[in-house]
């Protein structure tokens, strides 16, 4: 809390930040973003929602410091009442209360070594088969599954009939099948 001498400079100094001075508005920066960064995170418990407060706080101030009247309050007590505002608010937004630092357990999605070894092998094996098939046939599976396009995108593209791709990129993947199951 700040004494009666300091509180009223705070008042001037949001007072020249409504007349646009950025010296001012460094200078309330400087002098309350530790004090409203320590309310904001024992409201969020989040260091990054903490972080989010306080800038979106200053972000406020800055353009909206004419609202501030040192008639009708204390600037320290505005401040804290826009960033009390504003974590209430981001955690809002985020869903749900945050109530401690509990991270949830989260299984590995890497595969371990002998899905990464069944992995190799197949991806030899469709290399293996790719090779082996026809080069039209090896370019519209390529084009449809590597690649992204739709059937009627590789008709346009290419400029057969929508029947054709659709034969070609058959015949392939059947192509593979007999190769996959040698």
């Keep these: 809390m700040l004494d009666s001498k300091s509180s009223a400079a ?4 949001l007072v020249r930040c409504a007349a646009g001075d950025r010296a001012a508005f460094r200078r309330v920066y400087d002098l309350q973003a530790p004090k409203l960064y320590a309310i904001a995170l024992r409201i ?24 501030f ?20 608010d ?3 937004r985020a869903g749900r209360e945050v109530l ?13 070594p002998l899905e990464q070894t069944a992995l190799a092998f197949e991806s ?28 009627s995108e590789l008709s346009t593209r290419l400029g057969v009939p929508l029947g054709t791709v ?13 190769c996959f199951d040698e």
């Design 69 to 88: 009247d040192p008639k009708r309050g204390r600037a320290e007590a505005w401040l804290v009442g826009l960033v009390r505002y504003r974590a209430l």
């Design 10 to 13: 705070l008042d001037d100094l």
């Design 90 to 92: 981001l955690i809002r």
């Design 166 to 178: 659709k034969s070609w990129i058959r015949r392939g993947l059947e192509a593979l099948k007999r």
């Design 44 to 67: 969020t418990r989040q260091s990054s929602l903490a972080t989010d407060a306080v800038q979106e706080t200053f972000l406020q101030v800055w353009q909206n410091a004419r609202h």
């Design 100 to 112: 401690g630092a509990e991270v949830p357990e989260q299984v590995d999605q890497a595969p371990d």
């Design 124 to 151: 030899e094996a469709l290399q293996r088969c790719l090779a082996q098939l026809d080069p039209e046939r090896r370019r519209m599976i390529e084009l449809a599954f590597v690649d992204g396009y739709s059937h």
